[in-house]
Structure formats: structure tokens, C-alpha cells
Nanobody, 124 residues
Framework: QVQLVESGGGLVQAGGSLRLSCAAS????????MAWFRQAPGKEREFVAA????????SYADSVKGRFTISRDNAKNTLYLQMNSLKPEDTAVYYC?????????????????WGQGTQVTVSS
């Protein structure tokens, strides 16, 4: 079992920045691929970014490429999402997810563990 707890969400103006954190506990964090997803009201959960267990493979959704950066500190069992140049359309609940096996995938159905989510609201 892996427990995930997100933090760092909040209200920010368009053009601003936020950094989300996801603290993991339980099984060996470093053996899991990690990802961020988001879900806006009335919409399906969508992929944001993912990073392999070794950190060597990174994937971003086109909508956030160049603005968001995913990183992980295996020594601290923590995943991060640095979000810059935020837009109102980035408003959503952001979820951290873990996938055993380590491969980077974009489908939320393939992730085994989820955090409770943290709200990000970007005002125009």
C-alpha cells in the first residue's frame, strides 16, 4: 500500500505560480511511476504530467508543456509539480497518483494509488 497526501493548492491570479507537493508513505516510493492528474467540475479526470521511477522518463500534457515541471525526490518520498504562468483553465482539483511497475502512462485507470486531491483556483 502507498498513501499519498497532496498539499500546496490555493487561489492565485492568472500568470502566477504554485508548487504542489505529494508526500508518499508506505511501500518503496522509488519503485513507482508517479503522476499528476486534474479534474475540473463536470469534466473527466485528465493527465497533467508523469515521471518514471528513475526519473529518466517524463511526460506532459500538451496543455501544460513549457509551464509545468514535474519532479521527484526519492530520498524525501515526495513528488512535486511546479506550475508557472497559470491560466484560469488550469482551475481544477489536482491529484497525485502512483503506479507500480514504474512505466509512464497517461491513463488514470492504470494508476493504483491516489491522494485526496488539492484545489487549485486561478482567477482571471
Amino acid at each position: 500500500q502507498v498513501q499519498l497526501v497532496e498539499s500546496g493548492g490555493g487561489l492565485v491570479q492568472a500568470g502566477g505560480s504554485l508548487r504542489l507537493s505529494c508526500a508518499a508513505s508506505g511501500r518503496t516510493f522509488s519503485s513507482y511511476a508517479m503522476a499528476w492528474f486534474r479534474q475540473a467540475p463536470g469534466k473527466e479526470r485528465e493527465f497533467v504530467a508523469a515521471k518514471s521511477w528513475s526519473g529518466g522518463i517524463i511526460s506532459y500534457a500538451d496543455s501544460v508543456k513549457g509551464r509545468f515541471t514535474i519532479s521527484r525526490d526519492n530520498a524525501k518520498n515526495t513528488l512535486y509539480l511546479q506550475m508557472n504562468s497559470l491560466k484560469p483553465e488550469d482551475t481544477a482539483v489536482y491529484y497525485c497518483a502512483a503506479r507500480s511497475g514504474g512505466a509512464v502512462v497517461r491513463s488514470y485507470t492504470l494508476f493504483d494509488y491516489w491522494g485526496q486531491g488539492t484545489q487549485v483556483t486561478v482567477s482571471s
